[in-house]
């Protein structure tokens, strides 16, 4: 993804500009054309020479230097940008982007340039967390931008949370998925991820061992590939993708409520999720007392939001295409074709749960795609990513189809 392509670097004036660097050196090694800017307090951080050693191109300094600008040109360097990744972004800078300010050759190159926009923030976790500075990164999400992180630990200036910047590894992974095919670009999917809880008394509750490592990987490639993509997600710890809108939930009822109060501004919807089929049918507001031998918890049925899409579309004769994914332990052929009748799917992924490196938890998925008048379309053993990237290349021409 990386070989040949022209990635502008812009580096904000934080003391992780040092890791700009290491990112260069990545990015280059990868095969990229690097091309540094610096803010001038970036330049504090850190020397253009080293910079200018890494990328082998000149890095230009200062916005009014007429022999440079002459030599280089800032429009130039944004128009050859097949991607701008700004490493660190600080809270100034990142509020100065929002604002479409260009006093410095950082935000100059960002107002000119038509690449995708990666952002990897690094600050004090208080300037983080900030309104003002969720606002801007909301205002740079909503054009388009990437954010990739920032990490959580230790911080330079004492305090411990987050605001770190993330790996530069991390940074590259980004810059790759941006460059990567953009068939998916504007395309609005939702998905679900994760298990739902449902609770029995304050302490306990009903779940089950879904991860949300598909759900995330499904939404993470989607939004590389360009899609606006909503993730409703259960109960989960993982970061979410860049790029990626998220809404997090606890039970089923909160799932369907998220996946039904969005559902008519979405193209497709890919339930990753393993709901639960049934919750407890009385939620005990103090914790239960273990005074008799056995226990018995009487459970109602949860709403199946899938075969409720299904039906809504099957009765208005419109709405988003829907894929679902079928968690099995037998009979995985006959299970998914019946999902896909009865729940009214375009797609089914069915996955054998009880095969080992497949199924909950792990990073490695192995998947049959079963769609209305098609073939079984059968995987081998592949990172979740990759299942994800086959599922989407099949949606992708769903789509396509859809909007002939
Ligand atoms: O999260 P990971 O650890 O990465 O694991 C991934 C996974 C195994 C959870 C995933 O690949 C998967 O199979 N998800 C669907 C699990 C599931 O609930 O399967 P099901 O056969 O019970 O349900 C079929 C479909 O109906 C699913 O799309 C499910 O989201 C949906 N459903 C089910 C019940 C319900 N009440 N409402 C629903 O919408």
Redesign the pocket.
């Known amino acids: 993804m990386l070989k040949n392509r022209e990635v502008l670097v812009g580096i904000g004036g934080g003391i992780a500009a040092y890791k700009a660097a290491e990112l260069v050196r990545l990015l280059t090694k990868a095969g990229a054309r690097v091309q540094v800017v610096m803010t001038p307090s970036g330049e504090r951080f850190i020397s253009r020479l080293t910079l200018q050693a890494l990328s082998g191109r000149q890095v230009p300094a200062d916005l009014f230097d007429a022999d440079e600008e002459a030599e280089i040109g800032h429009i130039r360097i944004a128009d050859r940008a097949e991607l701008l990744v700004i490493a660190p972004a600080t809270a100034n800078l990142i509020a100065r982007l929002a604002a479409g300010l260009a006093d410095d050759l950082v935000t100059m190159v960002a107002l000119a340039t038509r690449a995708p926009l990666v952002i990897a923030p690094a600050m004090n976790v208080n300037m983080w967390k900030h309104p003002q500075t969720q606002a801007n990164l909301a205002t740079l999400i909503g054009r388009g931008a990437i954010v990739v992180g920032p990490a959580a630990g230790e911080l330079a200036c004492g305090w411990v949370g987050e605001g770190r910047l993330v790996e530069p590894e991390a940074i590259v992974a980004a810059c790759r998925s941006c460059l990567g095919p953009r068939d998916l670009a504007g395309r609005r999917l939702l998905v ?5 809880h449902e609770p029995i008394d304050p302490v306990r509750f009903l779940g ?10 499904v939404a993470g490639r989607a939004a590389a590939r360009g899609a606006k993509v909503t993730l409703v997600a259960g109960p ?1 710890a993982l970061p979410t993708p860049a790029g990626v809108e998220r809404i997090d939930v606890t039970t ?1 009822v909160e ?2 409520q998220a ?1 039904m109060t969005r559902r008519e501004s979405i193209e497709c919807i ?8 049934y919750r407890p049918a009385h939620f005990s507001s103090s914790k239960i007392k273990k005074h008799e031998a056995e226990l018995a918890i009487s459970l109602e ?9 299904g039906q809504l579309r099957r009765a208005t004769g419109h709405g988003p295409l829907l ?6 332990t037998e009979e995985t052929t006959a ?1 998914a074709q019946e ?1 896909l009748e009865r ?1 009214g ?1 375009d797609l ?4 054998n ?1 009880a095969e080992p490196g ?5 990073d490695t ?1 192995r ?1 049959t795609i079963f769609a209305r008048n098609a073939a079984p379309e059968e995987l081998p053993l592949l990172p ?1 990513e990759q299942v994800a990237d086959r599922l989407l290349d099949r949606i992708a021409s769903l789509l396509g189809t859809a909007n002939e």
């Open positions: 679900t991820a994760g298990p739902t089950n061992r879904s991860s949300g490592k598909m759900g995330f990987a989960v089923a799932m369907r996946v890919i339930k990753a999720a393993a709901v639960a089929d049925r949860n709403p199946d939001i899938l075969a409720e899409l894929c679902g994914f079928a968690a099995e299970a999902k729940k799917c089914v992924v069915a996955n749960v497949s199924g909950f938890g792990g998925n998947v979740k």
